[in-house]
């Protein structure tokens, strides 16, 4: 159970990155072992066409796409050398195929929709966001090429991965960030209803992860804390729409699985609830029993407005108190036990331009770039944060396959010779010309904390005088005109824990409203996960 649990939160978010080791390459291996043994020539030519036909075996149809046993095989071994690696134990050869198929059949699905939406990933974009990965990394891409490929990949592999990630963030902020906005009512209730819990004594659950395992009697009365913190927190905001903390353990079912199967899952569902009944921790069985993401922290999901819940679990919940369990429930997943956390209360604000470093722990926003920023709201009081602000304006202009980066730099170098004429304002050229969100304010970020823009901008920006206007500066973004209005130096301890609670609520939302999307993808396709029939085929 241990090695399923460690397997479904690596496929969960398995991002191969420069010198993580995570690559194998079958094909060296077997071109190594041949000319080892070169009287064996003859058997080893029979072998390799046999191992061809099976490489193009399909093991599964995704509407009109094919997965074959070739790609299968590809995944399996980045995925058994990083399992190796993290000293993880390995499952099964047939959990192992089963879970990294379902992985590929959700990819497949992914880039169905992003090519349906017309989403597109350019070969700048790509460049882009390999040299923002080797920034963060703090090395170039030259050495980055060199990690990657000593661990075993290719470094069109491993362009090829990056490749998709960009365009599932870029499918991702279309259909679901793009839409998410997080209120300054919200973070308020949230800060409200932690103060509260650390007041009373009671372990900061959401920001500790519920990894520590408690006595059912202890449990009890940690709830009935929480949920007094809580209704304090919903009568000082009243008007604010509730949110949901939940827990879960997850007993997932494969597609495909057969009537009799099903029961041996409810079964072992039932046994768990039996567990519950008897007086075990919530959090520790979770830990040892769950196949959710989340188990490694007690099965926390977090907390969440309701509308960023499933409708089913809304209704398994709806009369259970805080602390409590809801009874076994089922899904397309799988089966469910929910544990609830909590209730409280909050509402909603934009998220950023497109200058800011959407990465950092700042910014609510998704990153431009592969991974996606987890990081824990900082609850705790913060000491003085004395920094110097930058009040800047910028315009930009993105590339394309109809915008090259040549044309997008002379089209700034034309506006920035229109500015130094004096002739027009840079406020007025930018809701003309800019490409940003910032664009209708006239390209106004209002005030900047160190590390809050990409590195890039950053830089530039830093080194202008008040009223200097920039030469044209690349970002991931595209390309930029910066001037800087004004500087200060302001304390900025609470502004910078109220936006890593931002953060950490526009990133529980979001992640439960793109899962429901893919879900809801899924559930219109046509899948025929072949691999599994012959697998329980072989076992009748």
Known sequence: MQGAIVLSRLLAAFIVCAGCGAAWNAGAQASQTGKAK????PKAQQSTSSADQEADTIVAVVNKDIITQRELSVRLAQIRQELSRQKAPLPSDDILQREVLQRLIQERLEQQEAKRQKIEVTDQMLNRAIESIAQRNKTTVQNMRKQVEASGMSWDQYSSMIRREVMLEGLRQRVVDSTI?????EVDAYLKDQTARQSGGLAALAQQGMQQQAAQQQAAQQAAQQAAAQRQAAQSAPNQPPILGLAQILIRVPEGTSKDQLKQYRARADAIMARLRAGESFEAVAQSSSDGPESNRGGELGVRPLEGWPDLFLKAVANVKDGQVSGVIQSPNGFHILKVLGRAGGQQSAPPPAARNQNAPQQPGPGPVPGRAQ?????????PMPVQQTKARHILIKTSQVVSDEIAQQKLEQIRSRLVDGKESFSDLAKRFSNDSSAPSGGDLGWLNPGETVPPFEKAMNALK???????????FGWHLIIVDDRRTEDIAEQFQRNQVRQKLFQQRSDA????????????????????????????
């Open 181 to 185: 906005l997080i209120s300054d009512a």
């Open 466 to 476: 008040i009223g200097e206007i920039s030469q044209p500066v690349q970002s991931q």
């Open 375 to 383: 990081g824990d709201a900082a609850t705790a009081k913060q000491g």
């Open 513 to 540: 409203a793109f899962e429901n999307w893919l879900q809801q993808i899924r559930n219109q396709s046509y899948i025929d996960n072949r691999l599994e029939k012959r697998q329980r085929q072989s076992k009748e």
């Open 38 to 41: 070169p009287a064996a020539a």
